[in-house]
């Protein structure tokens, strides 16, 4: 199995940036899809993106594309969420999550997750 690491939140101004970092240990994390999700306060688990095992591939949901931006680094297993423009409504807590094999925007279908970064953005 792989376990994962988020790090990078913070408190940022609304038009700012951040960029989370997810650190993989374990088995070898370039055989894993990487997602992105996020949960803000009393609100379900919503899907980010994802990156394929490799990078070849990226998809966003409608709210941050444009916006964010995810790529990974295989040779140092860490994958990468680049946030800019922020908006007051992207707050909350941030995860990265890994499958094997196929691409997915569910989360009940990422097996792997880390403890999870809070990203604060004030208006």
């Known amino acids: 199995q792989v376990q994962l690491a988020e790090s990078g939140g913070g408190l940022v101004q609304a038009g700012g940036s951040l960029r989370l970092s997810c650190a993989a240990s374990?088995?070898?994390?370039?055989?894993?899809?990487m997602g992105w999700f996020r949960q803000a306060p009393g609100k379900e688990r919503e899907f980010v993106g994802y990156?394929?095992?490799?990078?070849?591939?990226?998809y966003y949901a409608d709210s941050v594309k444009g916006r964010f931006t995810i790529s990974r680094d295989n040779a140092k297993n860490t994958g990468y969420l680049q946030m800019n423009s922020l908006k007051p409504e992207d707050t909350g807590i941030y995860f990265c999550?890994?499958?094997?094999?196929?691409?997915?925007?569910?989360?009940?279908?990422?097996?792997?997750w880390g403890q999870g970064t809070q990203v604060t953005v004030s208006s």
């Open positions: 999550a890994a499958r094997r094999l196929a691409i997915s925007t569910r989360r009940e279908e990422y097996g792997y």
């Open positions: 374990g088995r070898t994390f370039s055989n894993y899809v």
């Open positions: 990156i394929t095992q490799y990078g070849g591939t990226t």
